[in-house]
């Protein structure tokens, strides 16, 4: 599993799903806080489609934490104010890059949650799918 994937899963897993990983992933390691949990605010920047120019749409609240489990760090910066989730992140990222055994262990139930999600994501597309309109013109045709 690579580091976005994890930040996804993390960014739509449940609070106290996540909580109960982060536990199993760092069981048996030191962990200690190195910034936050605290709220900042990001600035959203997006590409103009014609000119493809960047522009500051504007500032989203997340939530941030660096932690370390036995000298190795992991950091969550998160969509949103949950603190309590940007940590549990921070732990299992802090896990997945030290190779810790615990986040073996967890990572086909984090994997889950991705299946879960992008079947949701393709259920919701499709109902979109069903909306579409086509539309046609007289000069569209041939005579």
């Not at 900042?40 to 000119?51: D, F």
């Not at 036995?70 to 802090?94: E, I, N, P, T, W």
């Not at 890059?97 to 086909?108: D, H, I, Q």
Request: charged fraction near 30%.
């Amino acid at each position: 599993m690579d580091k976005i994937t994890l930040s996804r899963i993390c960014a739509s897993a449940n609070a106290a799903l996540l909580a109960s990983l982060a536990a199993q992933a760092a069981e048996g390691h030191k962990a200690a806080l190195l910034k936050g949990p605290e709220k900042t605010l990001v600035l959203l920047q997006v590409r103009e489609p014609v000119r493809q120019s960047r522009f500051y749409l504007g500032e989203l609240l997340a939530a941030h934490c660096v932690v370390e489990l036995d000298g190795v760090r992991g950091a969550a910066v998160l969509m949103g104010d949950d603190l309590d989730k940007a940590k549990d992140a921070a732990v299992l990222d802090a896990a997945h890059s030290g190779g810790f055994p615990g986040f073996a262990l967890v990572e086909p139930e984090l994997l889950r949650l991705e299946e879960a999600r992008n079947a949701e994501l393709a259920k919701k597309a499709a109902e979109i799918r069903k909306t579409k309109v086509s539309f046609q013109s007289l000069e569209d045709r041939e005579l």
